[in-house]
C-alpha cells in the first residue's frame, strides 16, 4: 500500500492599515494561488514542518496560534493530507524562489476568492485576532511513583520522560509563548525547563494548577493567566487536567492527560473556543 502524503501550512496574516491582511503564495508550476504549504520532511512533526514551509515559501517567520484543521483529496491516486494553522507574522523577507514567484497581503474575503483551498482560511475567519492561547502540559513521564522512596514532589524525570520534555521545547516554541508557569512539584518544573531555556525565560511556579494545593477553581486561574493575543504555558498534573478541560466545557470522552501531552486552548471572552490535543503529532 502506499502511504499517503502529509503535509502543513498556515493562514499567515498580519494587521494592516485597513484591518488583518492574509499572506498568498503563487506557484509558477501550477500557476495558482495558494496558502503557504508543503510536504513533510522524514521524522518531521507537522507544526514545525509548516512553520518551516511558511519561511521558506513566504519567507515569513510567525508566531503559530490555533489549528484551523486540515484538508484531504488526492495526488494522482494518493491520499494527501494537510494540517493548517493560524499564524502571526513577526518577520517578513520575502524573496522570489523556484516555487514561489510572488507573494500578495490581501484582505481575507479577496483571499478568499484566490485560493484553490479555501477551506482553512474559511474557518481561521470563525476564529477571534485577539484570542489568547494557552498550552497546557501534563509533565512528562517520571517512573512509578510506587517504588519512589523520597518525596512526592521531588520525584524526578525518567528517561522517557526527559525525551518527551525535549520533544516539548522543540515544537512550542513556534507558538512563541510569553510567559511559561508550572506547578512545584520537581517533575513539572524538569517537564518545561528545557523549553523555558529555548526561548530565553525562567519557570515561574504557580501552585493553583499544583495537586497538592487542592485548587478550587484550576479554570479561573487558567482564565486569569490567559493573555489576549498571545500564547502562555502552563505546566499541571493528572488530577487537575482533566477538571480544567471539563469546566471549561470539553466533552468528557474527549479529555485525555497523558504524561508529556499538550493542549492548545484557545480562550476568548472566558470561554474555551477550540481545544486541540495533537500538536506532538
Known sequence: MTEGIRAAGGVVWRRGPDGPEVAVVHRPRYDDWSLPKGKLHAGELHLPAAMREIREEAGVVGAARSSVGGTE??????????????????????????????????????????????????????????????????HASAGDASTWRGPDSARPLDERGRGQADLIASVLPHFRPVRVLSASPLRCLDTVSPLAAVLGQRVVVDDRFAEASEPVDPERSLL????????????????????????????????????????????????????EDDVLA
Open 224 to 275: 486569569e493567566v490567559a493573555e489576549p493575543g498571545e500564547a502562555v504555558v502552563v505546566c499541571s498534573q493528572g488530577g487537575i487536567i482533566p477538571r480544567i478541560l471539563q469546566a471549561l466545557g470539553l466533552e468528557p470522552e474527549r479529555i485525555r492527560a497523558r504524561k508529556g501531552s499538550v493542549w492548545v486552548l484557545t480562550l476568548h471572552d472566558g470561554r474555551l473556543v477550540q481545544a
Open 73 to 138: 483529496y488526492d495526488v494522482d491516486g494518493v491520499g494527501k493530507e494537510v494540517r493548517w494553522w493560524s499564524v502571526r507574522a513577526a518577520t517578513e523577507h520575502f524573496a522570489p524562489n523556484d516555487e514561489v514567484d510572488e507573494l500578495r497581503w490581501l484582505p481575507p474575503r479577496a483571499a478568499l476568492e484566490l485560493v484553490h483551498e479555501p477551506k482553512p482560511l474559511r474557518r481561521w475567519l470563525e476564529l477571534p485576532l485577539d484570542a489568547a492561547v494557552v498550552l497546557l502540559v501534563r
